[in-house]
């Protein structure tokens, strides 16, 4: 069974359009997170939800927006795609909600944007 | 605030050697966690080991071992035997411990050659 639980694995899709990632965990941890990871594979978070209380906002586009409909799912909607945006996603999880254990991770979505 | 340096962006060993990589931190607190990933090609970030601060005792998993010396801020990861399934990014990152989230290095691209 998939601990952290990513889709799709690849997406590609063009400038303008609107895209959603779905991030699902079946450890029972608290905590979730969305990173973003660049061409150089430097790791940026976004986002992070703790039992569905938003506590982690960094400085992303407005773009970018969160959804986290119980404390095992986060996902993660993008509108109006820029081809900046090209990068790997990653969800992630951790248990008690800190990162005492560090974070279990999904593997990752590969967006495209053409 | 904290940060982590990896200071080598790429090593190259020959199979079935030791392999060390270096990784520093800022910090002023005095209780933490270190911990090291690996991302092969495949992508998938995956937890390598653990430290928390407090143990002097450096951590061990089969045939990857740190050195931690608190006082001088370091947690380098030493991988012996070297494989070809070695062949990864290896991300150095800190947790504060009361903190949500992870400091990360920028990396560093080890390839093991056959």
């Known amino acids: 069974d998939t601990a952290v639980s990513q889709t799709p694995k690849y997406l590609v899709t063009q400038m303008g359009n609107d895209k959603s990632i779905k991030c699902e965990q079946n450890l029972g941890h608290d905590t979730m997170y969305w990173y973003k990871q660049d061409s150089k594979k430097f790791l940026k978070i976004m986002f992070s939800?703790?039992?569905?209380?938003?506590?982690i906002n960094e400085t992303v586009p407005n773009r970018f927006s969160p959804k986290s409909p119980d404390k095992a799912h986060l996902n993660l909607h993008i509108n109006s795609l820029e081809l900046g945006d090209s990068a790997v996603y990653f969800c992630?999880?951790?248990?008690?909600?800190?990162?005492?254990?560090?974070?279990?991770f999904g593997s990752g979505t590969r967006l495209t944007v053409v | 605030a904290q940060t982590v340096t990896q200071s080598q962006p790429e090593m190259s060993v020959q199979e079935a050697e030791t392999v060390t990589l270096s990784c520093t931190y800022d910090t002023s607190e005095s209780n933490y966690y270190l911990f090291w990933y690996k991302q092969p090609p495949s992508r998938q970030m995956i937890l390598v080991i653990r430290q928390e601060a407090y143990k002097q005792q450096n951590a061990t998993e089969n045939r990857f071992s740190v050195n931690f010396q608190k006082a001088a801020k370091s947690f380098s990861l030493k991988i012996s035997d070297s494989q070809l399934g070695d062949t990864a990014m290896y991300f150095c990152a800190f947790n504060e411990g009361s903190n949500y989230q992870l400091i990360w290095g920028a990396g560093t691209k080890l390839i093991i050659k056959p």
């Open positions: 992630a999880s951790s248990q008690a909600g800190r990162g005492n254990y560090g974070y279990t």
């Open positions: 939800y703790n039992n569905k209380e938003l506590i």
